[in-house]
């Protein structure tokens, strides 16, 4: 590489090691364990200490060429920006290029491009070290967060502090900031930052994020972040006898992350905000092509101004040449309710809105033949949150409430969007946030405008005392109150009302499902709303998963933009998913005349074959009915009442048996009944 770097016409700028290395350099443990090989053997740095503070392993020593580029006390500054893919097979190399294609495949593109998720240790370390460190970890990320990222991103602030703590006899656990932390992760983000202690294994002291359960738990294949570390540890990738957690979730297939900035040995609170901060700054910063920098490119620029030890722990798991997946084309607001939207302007509770846009080519004119969508989201005014834990003050910022959720149309680069604005709005002084994000089957892009303030209410609205309309189903619409479903049902709720729905989120108006009548653990639904055609239409869909056999109750409640109130219940009845169910079989109609129906409900999320044959009472077949590739689990075959020779059959009593597989063939039932012909 030296040689190619002085040499070369054109001199190289990254290099991918790819394959896992560790410090046993001569190979010794793999005579125990075959699958113990060092593929590329790390530089291990001050290896003469036995303390992790002062050692660590380091790629970047096989990238210092030049001997008249030091940095200050002697250590030389990186000539090359490096990753490395810490895989130690064929299969991993193979998930970890995958993933890489398909990170920047635009059939993956989606909002979540846009969404940025900040994770923040709180004070509480352990009694036996102090116990309390106060919100010096929550304060580096929200300056991670609010001074180094952009405002066009929507920032998911997933502060640890604001978690009710359980005390187990494991010690103080928050199992809800780790169900969330799953949940979003699994739902999407660019990037996913923590700030505060940590292991190979793990985030915080409360156990936050814990390889070994809470990797198998994430499920958000094509939809890969980019994860930064501000802690110790978590990507101690040269231990031969021990995955850490950074490299699991670059190598891992169809999940995890697509690249990881972490610590490889111990390292310090202060430093690594510092660190942080610059990372930061240049993650989102533009090259000459006005793409987002690589992210070798990246951290080599944060290592040219930061190169004492602390700094020169961290290292990238990923290739460096990958390019931050923010969407690259620009939307502009080009007015809101006429008013140009250069001009400030002042929306209103209960006020119609139209916000009318365009999209714009790379060179910022007016891209005149765009064909695709626009997701919007209005927000209110940032909220200023404060908590208190054991005494200790934390103060951070937080999204303001959706004033606004929907898709529209973008035709030949143009696109509007109307809207009533919610009764509960904040009424507090300052600037709410508009980000759009576009796309069609190539490109996507993003839009951002602050320009306008929240003030007052419309008193010319029209008045409107009626609740939204809603309607429930599981899996899919032709769901029926109280049909079957497997443990894993997905709720769909579709919503109508005249002037919109109340999505701020404010307490007692949200969208919200309660389950089987407990109002204590009610579920928050809100966020997941979006408006389809126009803002008087919208749904949701909400996955449950591992719900008990037996029958169950949902009641969904909403609100809309003034305040009125309404609430729907459905039922359903749950069977295990390990083996097929074959339920609620008939015919109609029954007597029947020319025609019937059979009908019947499965509860497998593969689709599925039926085969129905119709036998006289004496036993003879007459006609058998094939259908494949069923989806619905409600199903509906109809016969026009005809023999295997196309005859009408005669009056009678007649048996029938519906037999169904899955089309894996790794499921069978069937089910007999009878039908009676009367002419």
Not at 150 to 178: C, H, M, W
Not at 192 to 199: D, K, P, V
Not at 658 to 666: L, M, Q
Request: proline share 4%; net charge negative.
């Amino acid at each position: 590489m030296k040689y190619a770097y002085n040499n070369w016409d054109e001199r190289p700028v990254y290099v991918l090691f790819f394959g896992d290395g560790s410090y046993d350099y001569k190979n010794i443990y793999s005579l125990y364990n075959p699958n113990l090989k060092n593929w590329v053997a790390p530089i291990q740095k001050n290896s003469e200490f036995a303390d992790d503070v002062d050692s660590y392993c380091s790629d970047d020593y096989i990238v210092e060429f030049t001997e008249n580029h030091p940095a200050p006390g002697g250590t030389n500054i990186t000539d090359m920006a490096s990753g490395r893919f810490c895989v130690n097979s064929l299969d991993e190399a193979n998930a970890v290029v995958d993933k890489v294609i398909a990170y920047e495949d635009p059939a993956n593109f989606e909002k979540w491009r846009l969404d940025v998720m900040y994770v923040a240790d709180d004070g509480w370390t352990t009694e036996n070290t102090g116990g309390q460190e106060g919100s010096l970890h929550t304060d580096q990320c929200e300056d991670v967060a609010e001074n180094h990222s952009p405002q066009f991103i929507l920032k998911d602030k997933t502060y640890i502090v604001t978690y009710p703590s359980e005390i187990t006899p494991q010690g103080r656990r928050k199992p809800g900031a780790n169900a969330d932390i799953i949940k979003k992760w699994n739902d999407g983000k660019l990037i996913i930052n923590y700030t505060g202690h940590g292991s190979t294994d793990l985030w915080a002291h409360e156990h936050i994020f814990v390889r070994q359960t809470s990797i198998p738990q994430l499920n958000n294949k094509n939809k890969y972040p980019v994860v930064t570390i501000a802690s110790c540890d978590l990507a101690r990738w040269d231990d031969p006898f021990n995955v850490s957690a950074a490299e699991q979730l670059v190598s891992i297939r169809d999940k995890g992350a697509i690249g990881v900035s972490a610590a490889v040995r111990p390292v310090y609170s202060i430093p690594n905000a510092i660190y942080n901060n610059k990372l930061y700054d240049n993650m989102f910063k533009s090259d000459t092509l006005n793409q987002t920098l690589r992210l070798g490119k990246a951290i080599f620029n944060v290592k040219q101004d930061l190169y004492f030890d602390n700094d020169l722990k961290f290292a990238l798991l990923g290739d460096p040449t990958l390019r931050l997946g923010l969407p690259g084309h620009r939307t502009r607001i080009d007015s809101i309710n006429n008013v140009p939207g250069t001009e400030l302007f002042e929306m209103k509770a209960l006020q119609k809105v139209k916000i009318s846009g365009s999209v714009l080519r790379s060179d910022s004119t007016f891209w005149n033949d765009f064909n695709g969508q626009t997701d919007l989201r209005v927000f209110d005014v940032d909220k200023n949150i404060t908590f208190l834990d054991f005494g200790y003050q934390f103060s951070f910022k937080q999204l303001g409430g959706v004033i606004y959720s929907g898709k529209a149309t973008v035709v030949n680069g143009n696109w509007s969007v109307e809207f009533v604005v919610p009764r509960d709005i904040s009424y507090n002084p300052g600037n709410g946030k508009i980000i759009s994000y576009f796309k069609n089957n190539s490109v996507d892009g993003l839009g951002y405008s602050n320009n306008f303030i929240m003030n007052g209410i419309d008193t010319t609205a029209a008045p409107d005392s009626t609740g939204p309309v809603i309607s429930l189903y599981f899996d899919n619409r032709n769901f029926r109150t109280g049909d079957l479903v497997n443990q894993n049902p997905k709720l769909i709720a579709d919503f109508f009302d005249e002037n919109g729905l109340n999505l701020t989120g404010n307490i007692g108006h949200k969208i919200e499902a309660i389950l089987n009548d407990n109002e204590n653990e009610k579920i928050d639904l809100t966020q997941l709303y979006s408006s389809t055609s126009g803002y008087q239409n919208g749904s949701l869909e909400y996955s449950f998963e591992n719900f008990p056999e037996g029958k169950h109750k949902l009641e969904v409640r909403a609100w809309d933009t003034y305040n009125n109130f309404n609430t729907q219940i459905i039922e359903f009845n749950v069977k295990s998913s390990s083996e097929l169910a074959l339920d609620e079989v008939y015919n109609y109609p029954n007597p029947m005349k020319n025609s019937t129906s059979f009908i019947f409900q499965h509860n497998l999320d593969e689709s599925i074959q039926a085969d129905i044959r119709i036998y006289t009472s004496a036993g003879r077949l007459i006609k058998e009915l094939n259908k494949t590739n069923i989806t619905d689990k409600f199903v509906n075959i109809e016969w026009d009442g005809r023999d295997t020779d196309g005859d009408n059959i005669a009056n009678g009593t007649y048996i029938y048996k519906i037999n169904i597989k899955s089309e894996s063939g790794s499921f069978a039932r069937s089910s007999t009944g009878k039908l009676v012909v009367l002419k």
